[in-house]
């Protein structure tokens, strides 16, 4: 046991440290199986893993994780790497308006120690006498240290999963590394183990080309995690791995499946050895595209394509080997039957992937645009646009069917359902009506049903329970029936109209509803409605704001970073070149202030932890800096509490009085007071600017900004007053209730 060398020795002692590491780690740290998701800077709960110490402690799907061993979330490094959350003390998980706080995370599943534990630590242990019975009863011979070698990654390697689904970043990189390095040692193995027979079956370069490729896997792999950038699956640049996947199963199916194993266990080969040997290029050829690459390709897609030739290509391939197996009039081994129908089946895959590049490349060319179905539903599109009513919409269709179909007349009628009426958009001969009734009575028709009879063909294109819309064409030029292609573009065109004609009903109801609940004289909607306006507007600047903030200000803020790094490391800048830096930095600097300021404005900042008040200094103070007028703010007789829709309303009003000052009024001084009396909220705005002629028959939607006022008011159920005149400034008077009437909640 002891006759070991020193490198035998070093090998050993790492393969038995490593499981003992994993073994240790698997026992102390439960595995929690908590998927999550970041959604506006929160971590969603979005699956738990059967079996796993969420599954069994029933931690709330859907819940937000608020902390990790009390620190944020996106501190732990689970989260920030592989969206999961393992390998922690506690955490505290907010569901339905509750916190739930986790500790004394311990003790896993029964099943969790059987499929992850007790199995692979067994494994190993039967790995490891195997290993030394190999070592002591077998000659001393290269083959054999390769054969152990094989034995203790695939061992070590089951015994990693333990920890990989934990995401520790050791027992992943072994995970990864030894079933990369699996299979090169056994075709190492075998190598050496067919030369001591003086069998020679492919180059050892190809063996040294492998070793070198998968190192370079692993050193990537060990570099992600160093770095904390690792690729898991669900990241955006997971296809790579898919990638690569795919490019040794190519490099290795062949040789191991169709070369190897039938040679060793039935004495044939399927296909030659070089023939096997042909397929490892696609190792070199896919990490030499990972490395030089610009985009990936949509490995999802051309996998689906490819799937679904393979699985289309099976019948035919089956059928043609038989055929030709039956011309050749001759007994055929069952290989070449096997040979046979893989060269006809890889030869229909290649032709259908062809054809449908070709199809897309030189469809265009060979088929002129006019009766191209694609174009025809792209140029309707476009028309649609431009029209405004039903009766234009439909016609639009009709001419582009007549177009695309190359029909003789068509006409468009409506009929009643219930009663015998019809409405038509021109004139139609009474004999096609007469011939279409027996189809219609008592049938029902869903959009884009085709009904073809010997005078012709009718696509309903709208179906309620009042009436039945149809467009009738009394056939084609040359007389053929539709085919299947024509069928479904008459389909897809009549479903875009109707979606399109019932949009443009919903609109022009909701316009009449909305002209007969708006007063003509006030020029006021009702307080529901403006509430409702004013909701929509605020929810959408705060996602505008959110917007901003996490996407183009983040990566601002990067590029400042980076160019200040550059700035201060690079030594070797030319004086000019210096200069030019750091005027590019102070541009990037103003920039990010600017989208700061607008992200404020979207949604002012902790206003709801400042309060009110504290709010309105902050937004008076910055109009200061950016105006000529000084503003006077008094709210020493303001104490109500207020809800989030009156403190921003309020916010908006005064931001809104604020800005016209600053544009419109010339004025040097601004005075603003807040106060409220019983259950009356008073917000006293006056200036001394230029004012402006205000009547009260002037319309106030011909200034937006008193507009919006005047809304905002009327939604609160408050008053406005106003009080102007050319040359005597600008004073307004609002007022409204504290507390929300409910015949006014949205």
Same mark, same amino acid.
């Given at each position: 046991?002891?006759?070991?060398?020193?490198?035998?020795?070093?090998?050993?002692?790492?393969?038995?440290?490593?499981?003992?590491?994993?073994?240790?780690?698997?026992?102390?740290?439960?595995?929690?199986?908590?998927?999550?998701?970041?959604?506006?800077?929160?971590?969603?709960?979005?699956?738990?893993?059967?079996?796993?110490?969420?599954?069994?402690?029933?931690?709330?799907?859907?819940?937000?994780?608020?902390?990790?061993?009390?620190?944020?979330?996106?501190?732990?490094?689970?989260?920030?790497?592989?969206?999961?959350?393992?390998?922690? &003390?506690?955490?505290?998980?907010?569901?339905?308006?509750?916190?739930?706080?986790?500790?004394?995370?311990?003790?896993?599943?029964?099943?969790?120690?059987?499929?992850?534990?007790?199995?692979?630590?067994?494994?190993?242990?039967?790995?490891?006498?195997?290993?030394?019975?190999?070592?002591?009863?077998?000659?001393?011979?290269?083959?054999?240290?390769?054969?152990?070698?094989?034995?203790?990654?695939?061992?070590?390697?089951?015994?990693?999963?333990?920890?990989?689904?934990?995401?520790?970043?050791?027992?992943?990189?072994?995970?990864?590394?030894?079933?990369?390095?699996?299979?090169?040692?056994?075709?190492?193995?075998?190598?050496?183990?067919?030369?001591?027979?003086?069998?020679?079956?492919?180059?050892?370069?190809?063996?040294?080309?492998?070793?070198?490729?998968?190192?370079?896997?692993?050193?990537?792999?060990?570099?992600?995690?160093?770095?904390?950038?690792?690729?898991?699956?669900?990241?955006?640049?997971?296809?790579?791995?898919?990638?690569?996947?795919?490019?040794?199963?190519?490099?290795?199916?062949?040789?191991?499946?169709?070369?190897?194993?039938?040679?060793?266990?039935?004495?044939?080969?399927?296909?030659?050895?070089?023939?096997?040997?042909?397929?490892?290029?696609?190792?070199?050829?896919?990490?030499?595209?990972?490395?030089?690459?610009?985009?990936?390709?949509?490995?999802?897609?051309?996998?689906?394509?490819? *799937?679904?030739?393979?699985?289309?290509?099976?019948?035919?391939?089956?059928?043609?080997?038989?055929?030709?197996?039956?011309?050749?009039?001759?007994?055929?081994?069952?290989?070449?039957?096997?040979?046979?129908?893989?060269?006809?089946?890889?030869?229909?895959?290649?032709?259908?992937?062809?054809?449908?590049?070709?199809?897309?490349?030189?469809?265009?060319?060979?088929?002129?645009?006019?009766?191209?179905?694609?174009?025809?539903?792209?140029?309707?599109?476009?028309?649609?646009?431009?029209?405004?009513?039903?009766?234009?919409?439909?016609?639009?269709?009709?001419?582009?069917?007549?177009?695309?179909?190359?029909?003789?007349?068509?006409?468009?009628?409506?009929?009643?359902?219930?009663?015998?009426?019809?409405?038509?958009?021109?004139?139609?001969?009474?004999?096609?009506?007469?011939?279409?009734?027996?189809?219609?009575?008592?049938?029902?028709?869903?959009?884009?049903? =085709?009904?073809?009879?010997?005078?012709?063909?009718?696509?309903? =294109?709208?179906?309620?329970?009042?009436?039945?819309?149809?467009?009738?064409?009394?056939?084609?030029?040359?007389?053929?029936?539709?085919?299947?292609?024509?069928?479904?573009?008459?389909?897809?065109?009549?479903?875009?109209?109707?979606?399109?004609?019932?949009?443009?009903?919903?609109?022009?109801?909701?316009?009449?509803?909305?002209?007969?609940?708006?007063? &003509?004289?006030?020029?006021?909607?009702?307080?529901?409605?403006?509430? /409702?306006?004013?909701?929509?507007?605020?929810?959408?600047?705060?996602?505008?704001?959110?917007?901003?903030?996490?996407?183009?200000?983040?990566?601002?803020?990067?590029?400042?970073?980076?160019?200040?790094?550059?700035?201060?490391?690079?030594?070797?800048?030319?004086?000019?070149?210096?200069?030019?830096?750091?005027?590019?930095?102070?541009?990037?600097?103003?920039?990010?202030?600017?989208?700061?300021?607008?992200?404020?404005?979207?949604?002012?900042?902790?206003?709801?932890?400042?309060?009110?008040?504290?709010?309105?200094?902050?937004?008076?103070?910055?109009?200061?800096?950016?105006?000529?007028?000084?503003?006077?703010?008094?709210?020493?007789?303001?104490?109500?509490?207020?809800?989030?829709?009156?403190? /921003?309303?309020?916010?908006?009003? =005064?931001?809104?009085?604020?800005?016209?000052?600053?544009?419109?009024?010339?004025?040097?001084?601004?005075?603003?007071?807040?106060?409220?009396?019983?259950?009356?909220?008073?917000?006293?705005?006056?200036?001394?600017?230029?004012?402006?002629?205000?009547? =009260?028959? *002037?319309?106030?939607?011909?200034?937006?900004? /008193?507009?919006?006022?005047?809304?905002?008011?009327?939604?609160?159920?408050?008053?406005?007053?106003?009080?102007?005149?050319?040359?005597?400034?600008?004073?307004?008077?609002?007022?409204?209730?504290?507390? *929300?009437?409910?015949?006014?909640?949205?």
């Amino acid at each position: 046991m002891f006759n070991f060398k020193w490198s035998q020795w070093m090998v050993l002692l790492f393969f038995i440290l490593s499981a003992c590491y994993m073994i240790i780690l698997s026992v102390t740290q439960p595995y929690l199986g908590i998927d999550v998701k970041e959604n506006h800077g929160e971590w969603t709960i979005i699956n738990i893993q059967k079996g796993s110490w969420g599954d069994r402690h029933n931690v709330p799907l859907g819940g937000v994780v608020r902390s990790i061993n009390d620190t944020d979330p996106i501190e732990h490094r689970s989260i920030s790497m592989f969206k999961e959350l393992e390998r922690a &003390d506690s955490f505290v998980v907010q569901h339905d308006g509750q916190e739930f706080r986790y500790d004394n995370i311990d003790n896993s599943s029964p099943i969790h120690w059987l499929l992850y534990i007790v199995l692979p630590v067994l494994f190993f242990v039967v790995i490891l006498s195997i290993s030394y019975l190999v070592h002591k009863r077998v000659p001393k011979r290269y083959s054999a240290e390769q054969l152990i070698l094989f034995f203790l990654a695939i061992a070590t390697g089951y015994l990693s999963n333990s920890g990989a689904v934990r995401d520790d970043l050791y027992s992943l990189f072994l995970n990864t590394s030894l079933f990369l390095f699996s299979p090169v040692i056994l075709i190492h193995f075998l190598y050496n183990y067919f030369q001591e027979l003086n069998i020679y079956w492919f180059s050892k370069k190809i063996v040294y080309l492998l070793y070198l490729t998968v190192t370079l896997v692993s050193i990537a792999e060990g570099y992600f995690l160093i770095k904390e950038q690792y690729i898991h699956k669900r990241s955006a640049v997971g296809p790579i791995f898919k990638y690569m996947a795919i490019g040794m199963t190519v490099a290795f199916f062949p040789y191991i499946w169709l070369y190897l194993i039938p040679s060793l266990a039935f004495g044939v080969n399927v296909i030659s050895l070089e023939v096997g040997a042909m397929f490892l290029i696609a190792l070199p050829i896919t990490f030499m595209y990972l490395v030089t690459r610009e985009r990936l390709i949509d490995i999802d897609f051309v996998m689906s394509r490819v *799937r679904y030739y393979i699985i289309l290509s099976v019948i035919p391939s089956i059928a043609l080997m038989f055929i030709i197996g039956w011309m050749i009039k001759s007994d055929l081994y069952l290989v070449s039957y096997i040979q046979i129908f893989l060269l006809l089946h890889v030869s229909l895959v290649l032709f259908l992937s062809l054809k449908e590049f070709l199809d897309f490349k030189l469809q265009r060319f060979l088929f002129t645009a006019r009766y191209s179905y694609q174009e025809s539903m792209h140029r309707m599109a476009q028309d649609m646009k431009e029209q405004s009513n039903a009766v234009d919409l439909m016609k639009v269709m009709r001419d582009e069917v007549k177009n695309v179909l190359n029909v003789r007349d068509i006409y468009i009628y409506s009929k009643h359902n219930k009663r015998n009426m019809y409405c038509v958009y021109e004139q139609i001969p009474q004999d096609i009506i007469e011939h279409f009734d027996p189809y219609l009575n008592d049938q029902h028709y869903d959009i884009g049903s =085709v009904i073809e009879t010997e005078k012709g063909f009718g696509l309903i =294109v709208g179906y309620s329970l009042e009436k039945l819309t149809m467009m009738w064409c009394k056939g084609k030029k040359d007389f053929t029936t539709l085919n299947h292609d024509e069928r479904t573009y008459l389909q897809t065109i009549s479903h875009n109209a109707n979606i399109a004609i019932q949009n443009m009903n919903t609109i022009e109801d909701l316009l009449k509803e909305l002209r007969k609940l708006r007063n &003509d004289q006030t020029q006021k909607y009702p307080t529901w409605l403006s509430r /409702l306006l004013f909701t929509i507007a605020e929810n959408q600047r705060k996602q505008l704001s959110i917007d901003l903030h996490d996407t183009v200000l983040q990566e601002q803020l990067y590029l400042y970073r980076k160019m200040d790094d550059l700035i201060r490391q690079r030594t070797d800048l030319t004086p000019s070149l210096h200069a030019e830096l750091m005027v590019y930095k102070e541009s990037l600097l103003d920039s990010i202030h600017l989208i700061r300021e607008t992200c404020n404005e979207l949604r002012p900042a902790f206003i709801e932890e400042m309060g009110l008040v504290q709010s309105l200094k902050n937004l008076i103070q910055q109009y200061q800096l950016r105006s000529n007028f000084t503003v006077y703010f008094s709210n020493e007789r303001f104490d109500a509490e207020l809800d989030q829709e009156r403190i /921003l309303a309020i916010f908006r009003i =005064v931001q809104e009085l604020l800005t016209n000052a600053m544009k419109h009024s010339e004025a040097k001084i601004v005075k603003l007071s807040l106060s409220n009396k019983g259950e009356h909220i008073m917000l006293l705005y006056s200036d001394n600017g230029k004012g402006m002629d205000y009547s =009260v028959q *002037r319309d106030l939607f011909s200034h937006i900004g /008193l507009s919006g006022i005047e809304q905002r008011v009327n939604g609160l159920n408050g008053h406005l007053e106003i009080e102007t005149a050319p040359g005597e400034g600008f004073k307004t008077i609002i007022t409204f209730p504290v507390g *929300r009437k409910k015949e006014v909640q949205v």
